[in-house]
């Protein structure tokens, strides 16, 4: 039996060799197809896991409270959409004092401003960066790690420490690049702010870099930028995740009575939790893998007929050929496994190839996209898979045709 797989590898090998430029052409568009699925499912894979290392670092034990607009609701026909009010200081405090849940901190954070312009010694910065008033416990609420120094304590928080934290950026590539920028002195706005830590670099999120960020606490930011209708988030963290549910609950009352809802009143601010961000990311991932299967399959459908049509011509231009090899007691299994074998060298090496240039792909695009690359082990075997059924289905009738010629009729075609 291998003796005879072998051979007809050999025969399957040289036949490709004698229709060299229509095999060329088929293994193109297979590999074409191919290259398809993979490609989009790699990208699909780096998608997925670089937006779930950006949330997983929150944990799945954490929760945000902010402004959020509620669903459209219809009236007499028509939609109606209501905008939730912003989360005050004043409503923001008064949670974070109310809220006594056990195992739990809560911080208070605002984004101070987007454009400001950082200065240190003779040296300054676009007007780009952006600053953050936090309090002590953000940094680990949301997941956020010092790189180099320390984050603030509360005794920064309570006195109004002018000191920073920066981004990544500043240390590695900004105006603290040449330097320890540890306890350095940098002035924004004309407030001089000594560096306490450097944060670990995060990245970028749909373009916007969060290594360009300014930590410093929140009363001092309050003081600096008094920017009207400045909205405020909670960030609330529960040291074990099965008290997760019960902590919600319990903020959601918080917050009602901060705002002094009425009970039939529906809760005017937005509640989210990080292992529902996650879940999300899975949902649409999800979406993206079906959407690239449906095209791949497209694709792919189009090298199977273009596969039977050459093998089908393969069978009509060597009729004489079989008509040779039955005469001589070839039986019709054997002749059909020849066919079958030759097809599945065919549609095996445009998948070889497709897989190649799909992950090639899939890889340039996220250098392009600064993305991290994940080898797609599933793209792989799907890929190997998908042009293993293709070869078995386009080959099929053509080993069929071939194993039923007659051998009389096939000795005399010309």
Not at 380 to 385: G, H, L
């Amino acid at each position: 039996m291998i003796g005879l797989f072998r051979e007809n590898v050999k025969i399957a090998m040289g036949s490709i060799r004698t229709q060299l430029l229509r095999t060329i052409l088929t293994v193109v568009i297979i590999a074409f197809g191919i290259m398809a699925l993979v490609g989009i499912l790699t990208v699909v894979s780096a998608i997925e896991y670089n937006l779930n290392s950006s949330f997983a670092s929150m944990g799945s034990n954490t929760f945000t409270i902010n402004q959020y607009e509620s669903r459209n609701r219809s009236s007499g026909g028509g939609e109606i959409e209501k905008i939730n009010p912003i989360i005050s200081y004043p409503e923001a405090k008064a949670f974070k004092e109310k809220f006594h849940f056990p195992l739990t901190q809560t911080s208070l954070s605002f984004m101070a401003t987007s454009n400001a312009e950082v200065k240190f010694e003779n040296q300054k910065t676009d007007p780009e960066i952006t600053v953050f008033g936090i309090d002590e416990f953000y940094l680990p609420n949301t997941g956020v790690e010092v790189a180099q120094g320390r984050n603030f304590n509360s005794f920064d928080i309570s006195n109004n420490v002018y000191s920073c934290i920066v981004g990544s950026d500043f240390a590695s590539k900004g105006l603290l690049k040449d330097t320890n920028p540890i306890d350095k002195i940098i002035s924004i706005r004309g407030a001089k702010f000594k560096v306490i830590g450097v944060l670990k670099e995060q990245g970028s999120t749909f373009g916007n870099s969060k290594d360009l960020r300014i930590m410093i606490p929140i009363q001092v930011a309050r003081s600096m930028f008094s920017a009207p209708n400045i909205n405020y988030s909670v960030n609330a963290m529960v040291m074990k995740k099965e008290m997760l549910d019960e902590a919600i609950d319990n903020a959601i009352t918080t917050m009602r009575k901060v705002r002094k809802l009425n009970p039939v009143e529906d809760n005017n601010f937005g509640i989210s939790r990080s292992d529902d961000l996650i879940h999300r990311i899975a949902e649409m991932t999800g979406f993206l893998t079906k959407a690239a299967w449906v095209m791949g399959i497209i694709t792919i459908l189009g090298s199977s007929i273009a596969l039977m049509n050459i093998m089908v011509v393969s069978v009509t231009e060597r009729t004489r050929e079989i008509g040779v090899r039955k005469a001589l007691g070839a039986k019709k299994k054997t002749i059909a496994f020849q066919f079958f074998i030759e097809t599945l060298t065919i549609g095996q090496m445009g998948g070889f190839f497709g897989t190649v240039f799909g992950i090639l792909a899939g890889f340039f695009i996220c250098l392009f996209a600064n993305w991290d690359f994940v080898i797609p082990w599933g793209a792989i075997v799907a890929a190997f898979i998908t042009s293993f059924i293709v070869a078995l289905v386009s080959g099929l009738y053509p080993a069929i045709k071939a194993a039923n010629l007659d051998p009389i009729e096939a000795l005399r075609y010309e």
